[in-house]
């Protein structure tokens, strides 16, 4: 069973930068897409970020595009999401989640998430 953990949360100024990672656990993890998402307190959770099983292909909400950059370690089984020039607007619990099928925007197109990171970004 696979299993992930999000790090690198934190408390950051608008217009600063933080990296988020997630480590997963399974031999499998370098035949399976990855995604983020996140969750701000009264909304539903949002699509971030996706990047196929090679890393090579990456699909981008348009909140986020030109801003966050998702990448993935195969050896190491870790998936980053580079984030800059953050607004307040993106502060919310950040989730990585393992593709399943359907719709890569989607949450139910995911099968496996992390417990989240907590990202809020002061004005």
């Known amino acids: 069973q696979v299993q992930l953990a999000e790090s690198g949360g934190g408390l950051v100024q608008a217009g600063g930068s933080l990296r988020l990672s997630c480590a997963a656990s399974?031999?499998?993890?370098?035949?399976?897409?990855m995604g983020w998402f996140r969750q701000a307190p009264g909304k539903e959770r949002e699509f971030v970020a996706h990047?196929?099983?090679?890393?090579?292909?990456?699909y981008y909400a348009d909140s986020v595009k030109g801003r966050f950059t998702i990448s993935r370690d195969n050896a190491k089984l870790m998936v980053y999401l580079q984030m800059n020039s953050l607004k307040p607007e993106d502060t919310a619990v950040y989730y990585c989640?393992?593709?399943?099928?359907?719709?890569?925007?989607?949450?139910?197109?995911?099968?496996?998430w992390g417990q989240g990171t907590q990202i809020t970004v002061s004005s």
């Open positions: 989640g393992k593709r399943r099928k359907g719709t890569l925007t989607a949450e139910k197109g995911y099968d496996v």
């Open positions: 399974g031999r499998t993890f370098s035949s399976y897409a």
């Open positions: 990047i196929n099983s090679n890393g090579a292909i990456t």
